[in-house]
């Protein structure tokens, strides 16, 4: 039962145009929501998280916004840049998760100059 | 300061050996997680220890065991390996066990390859 799922294994989009990548959960117990990245041969870095006390958390080029009713999250990029190709993982963690995430599938997503 | 340490980068092992994975977590932090990740299949939560104590476990066979030193160092053991024991191996560490900022440290994994 996968209870994060990025339905999009892939996205490409221009540089200097926005880059939206989207998330959905099925576990009501979920409150706090994490964007991961990650370049290849190295380990996810953190990127940007929210809380489920909020509908939107921005830092920089890059906002998060999370829709509840609908258990939908996504990333927005802008403007998108040729260092932002990576693959990003949404991850998820509840009260009593710990240090546990569970994690969706992935995103690849490529920045074209 | 350095960042989460993992060693063996790469290793091939052939089916039903055993392997040993080591981690050395960003100095001050006490919780250590690892997690498997697999093609398609996203990253899998393994176990998370805090103070030498396994606070939580993924849904993994028994094959799979960790444990935690007084130096908050950890590592992992498979058993048995199997084909599909194939992955890379990321160990994170984070100050303390939960969250207040939820952020975990990533090391860089370390791939495993079964034969």
């Known amino acids: 039962d996968q209870q994060v799922k990025q339905n999009s294994p892939s996205l490409s989009v221009q540089e200097g145009r926005i880059s939206i990548l989207n998330c959905d959960y099925t576990n ?14 190295e380990g996810p870095t953190f990127l940007i998280s929210i809380s489920s006390i909020k509908d939107k958390n921005e830092d920089g080029r890059f906002t998060v916004f999370l829709n509840k009713s ?8 802008v403007p998108s840049q040729p260092g932002d190709s990576a693959v990003y993982f949404c991850a998820a963690s509840g009260e009593t998760s710990g240090s546990r995430l569970t994690f969706g599938e992935g995103t690849q997503l490529t920045v074209n100059p | 300061k350095a960042g989460v340490t993992q060693t063996p980068r790469y290793l091939i092992k052939t089916r039903g050996q055993q392997v040993t994975l080591s981690c050395s977590p960003i100095s001050g932090h006490r919780s250590v997680s690892w997690y498997q990740q697999t093609p398609g299949q996203g990253l899998q939560f393994l176990f998370e220890y ?11 066979p ?36 939960g969250f207040d900022t939820g952020e975990l440290f990533f090391g860089e994994g370390s791939r495993l390859t079964v034969l």
């Open chain 1, 28 to 41: 009501s117990m979920f409150d706090y929501f994490l964007w991961y990245k990650k370049y290849p041969a």
């Open chain 1, 70 to 77: 609908a258990k939908h999250l996504s990333l927005h990029i």
């Open chain 2, 50 to 60: 805090f103070s030498e104590t396994q606070r939580n476990k993924g849904n993994f």
């Open chain 2, 62 to 97: 028994g094959r799979f065991s960790g444990r935690q030193f007084s130096n908050s160092r950890s590592e992992m053991n498979v058993s048995t390996l199997e084909l599909g024991d194939s992955a890379l191996y990321l160990c994170a560490s984070s100050l303390k066990a």
